[in-house]
């Protein structure tokens, strides 16, 4: 087995493909689904922002982009990806930002299957003030998943409460390992290489044929940092 790189320096990513026997992974279709991507997330290239603002940033030695929130939760786009199945893999932080509400947590996360308008997405975020909160509730709510614009996290811990949200181990504006896993309908939050899930979700909302793009997640008041971006979609079954 042999693998080959292509670096697409305009975007600053790097392209990892493996071939098998004498095809590159059977064909040209299952090899398109079967490339990892990786960004550096060094700079602001390759970001699609609405009111989000970033600017490259280094936090704890480790160069990568600070995404600030004006007030309200949003998605800053990876130009170029598309997505259904597969993992995503990243390095974050979050802490709540400079007069945030009382409610603020630090919140910080990762959005797939983000429609073009980026108001279409799942989500798993982590809201870091939670993970050591001397409140066991609080510390009940440190993951979350949602599914706008119909399942904000309000809708679901209403309705379903504790469906949707787990503890886990969090510190503010640290950086921390999240690793996403999707596939069809159910969805792995994995964070700081824990062999198990933090957070299991078996009805993911935008369905078993969901698509759209990978997304960086930050919550309302929140100062995001995030770095390592790689996405690997799943293998072409067809």
Do not use: C
């Amino acid at each position: 087995m042999t693998s080959s790189i292509r670096y697409v320096p305009a975007i600053g990513v790097a392209i990892f493909a493996v071939a098998l026997g004498g095809g590159l992974l059977g064909s040209r279709a299952d090899a398109r689904q079967s490339q990892a991507k990786q960004f550096a997330l060094e700079s602001t290239a390759g970001l699609r922002l609405k009111t989000l603002t970033a600017e490259a940033a280094t936090l704890q030695g480790k160069k990568g982009v600070k995404v600030t929130s004006t007030g309200v939760e949003e998605v800053a786009a990876i130009e170029g990806l598309e997505f259904d199945n597969g993992v995503i893999e990243v390095e974050l932080a979050g802490t709540p930002g400079p007069g945030a509400g009382e409610g603020a947590r630090g919140f910080v996360g990762v959005a797939f299957r983000v429609s073009q308008d980026m108001l279409t997405f799942d989500a798993f975020y982590l809201r870091p003030t939670n993970g050591r909160a001397d409140d066991q509730e609080r510390r009940n709510h440190a993951t979350q998943y949602i599914s706008h614009p119909d399942w904000p996290w309000a809708r679901l811990r209403k309705e379903t409460p504790s469906r949707y949200e787990s503890y886990v181990d969090l510190v503010t504006n640290t950086w921390t390992k999240v690793k996403v896993e999707v596939n069809g309908v159910r969805a792995r939050l994995y964070v700081n290489d824990q062999e198990q899930p933090a957070l299991i979700v078996n009805d993911v909302k935008t369905g078993a044929q969901g698509r759209g793009g990978v997304g960086l997640w930050v919550g309302a008041g929140t100062v995001a940092h995030f770095r390592a971006l790689k996405v690997q979609p799943a293998a072409n079954k067809g």
